[in-house]
């Protein structure tokens, strides 16, 4: 198999076209190349006049003699085969996020008929459970953005992007997905993404799949204790209806996302091994999304070959401070993402079409030990409580959340009027100064941060942009610790994904669930 990269393509171009230009690189005709398709294709804006697709492609291998860098042999990625002694109990998979699904795809694919136990709803449920909370202000603590069939991603852009290498893992998670109904270009997207729309099909999708292969799922089950004798996990409590019961199990997978705070207690209650973890805090900031359209793509903004333009960011400032934009979400919204009662949250989320009027992203500030004022395992937890009830109080303790224009944060006075850019978030917004709600070290690199980034990215730092607030779910706050088996401290017990610290986002966490899994194969 060859692939070809740096194909520099016309936003028109087609597959026709992509396949002659080929052609042309491999110095034979267009009909020589066969078993074609799309390997990668990504956006190059860098020159304003002459905004471009770039693509590799793989093919036949022609059996030609050529020198070009930008051609070269390719192996298909390698199949992963699970195969893994059956220790005599069902494995329980906590969690039904990223790293949950796929522990649980694995473990079922192995024959293991995995028990996966999640805390919140099934997803048609648990979206209207959500639907509820945005609109009344009415929250249900098990069951919400973070707690739920599909964890925290299932209310997101979907974004497929990560910073790992790209392997037989990253290569099974895409693959599994679009076997559930994901759009096939997310095998082929620099910036892949699947939307919330998507993925509320998707999740039901995987967990059909599991279920035929003998896996079961448990709603509204929460992991309630470990059962620990010689520092082994034997079996665990489970918390249904009101109801504790006790399953055996010798090998507990850990996937409780980023949010389980009274999990954490609880291992930390348990003798499990945890530490600090630094992660970021800050606010969600909005711009109309025509304006980051014009401000990447210049004159060809609306083109109907490029859709919503998404932005990424970071600055390292002179007060030893570094600001940057995450999870930016395209033509989407802010989304009331609160967990525990009292207590506020943002976060962004999208649907596959991007076609709303704004553009959000997180905008943050990195935050370790001493910001937390401790050196306790849980303090980066506690230090996100705080700021989320100081948000709750900041918007009117009803789950409004406290907002500021750009141009008054920057002045230091409480916004007083929405201008020209609607916040989406809901329930609704109340106007505020987020002096009270961030530290002044907090507050002085998100202000030196945007004026940074308006210097790359044309009106980010718009006077009538809204920032809201707060944004402190950016990733975990802990990493439970764990060996070169995957292994925690306590024997059986498998942290894994985002919530244990060691991935953030979809497909690391996703790719780092069926690492741990591989762990255990006996071939």
Request: aromatic fraction near 8%; charged fraction near 25%; include cysteine.
């Amino acid at each position: 198999m060859l692939r070809i990269n740096n194909l520099n393509m016309p936003l028109a171009a087609s597959d026709a076209d992509l396949k002659q230009v080929a052609a042309q690189k491999l110095k034979c005709n267009s009909a020589d190349v066969i078993d074609f398709k799309i390997s990668k294709k990504s956006v190059d804006a860098r020159n304003k006049n002459n905004v471009h697709f770039v693509y590799s492609i793989d093919c036949n291998d022609v059996n030609l003699n050529f020198d070009d860098k930008d051609i070269e042999h390719i192996l298909p990625p390698e199949k992963l085969i699970y195969k893994i002694k059956d220790d005599g109990t069902r494995p329980i998979v906590v969690g039904s996020g990223p790293a949950g699904m796929f522990a649980g795809i694995a473990l079922a694919e192995a024959g293991l008929k995995p028990i996966i136990l999640e805390r919140g709803s099934e997803v048609d449920i648990r979206r209207q459970e959500v639907d509820t909370f945005w609109k009344l202000g009415k929250l249900n603590s098990e069951s919400n953005v973070q707690f739920g069939e599909g964890g925290a991603g299932t209310f997101s852009d979907g974004k497929l992007t990560t910073g790992i290498k790209k392997d037989k893992f990253t290569a099974k998670v895409m693959e599994e997905l679009y076997s559930a109904g994901a759009p096939q270009e997310i095998l082929y997207l620099a910036k892949p993404h699947i939307g919330t729309d998507n993925l509320r099909i998707i999740v039901k999708n995987i967990r059909k799949k599991i279920i035929s292969l003998g896996g079961e799922y448990r709603f509204n089950t929460k992991l309630e204790d470990l059962i620990i004798k010689d520092d082994k996990v034997v079996a665990v409590k489970i918390a249904h209806n009101g109801e504790i019961s006790e399953v055996p199990a010798k090998r507990v997978f850990l996937a409780v996302g980023h949010s389980a705070r009274d999990t954490f207690e609880m291992l930390h209650r348990r003798g499990v091994y945890m530490e600090q973890k630094p992660f970021a805090v800050g606010a969600r900031i909005e711009h109309k999304q025509t304006d980051v359209n014009k401000a990447q793509y210049g004159k060809f903004a609306e083109s109907p070959y490029l859709g919503a333009a998404d932005y990424k960011m970071a600055v390292h400032l002179n007060n030893g401070r570094s600001a940057y934009t995450f999870c930016m979400c395209p033509g989407g919204q802010v989304v009331a993402a609160a967990s525990e009662i009292g207590r506020v949250v943002t976060n962004g989320m999208s649907e596959f079409s991007r076609n709303k009027e704004n553009a959000n992203a997180a905008l943050l500030v990195g935050v370790n030990s001493a910001d937390f004022g401790s050196e306790h395992p849980l303090a980066g937890m506690y230090f996100q409580r705080k700021l989320e009830e100081r948000a709750f109080v900041l918007g009117g303790k009803n789950y409004n959340a406290p907002a500021q224009l750009v141009g008054d944060f920057l002045a230091d006075k409480e916004s007083r009027e929405i201008k020209s850019v609607q916040p989406s978030y809901a329930p609704n917004v109340t106007l505020s100064n987020f002096s009270r709600l961030f530290s002044p070290i907090i507050c002085e690199t998100l202000k030196k941060g945007i004026v940074e980034m308006g210097h790359k990215l044309r009106g980010f730092d718009n006077s009538d942009a809204i920032l809201t607030g707060v944004e402190s779910r950016s990733s975990s706050p802990v990493r439970i610790v764990r060996d070169d088996m995957f292994q925690s401290n306590i024997k059986g017990l498998y942290p894994c994904g985002e919530g244990a610290g060691y991935a953030g986002g979809i497909t690391s966490s996703a790719a780092d669930a069926l690492k741990v899994i591989h762990s255990l194969c006996t071939e």
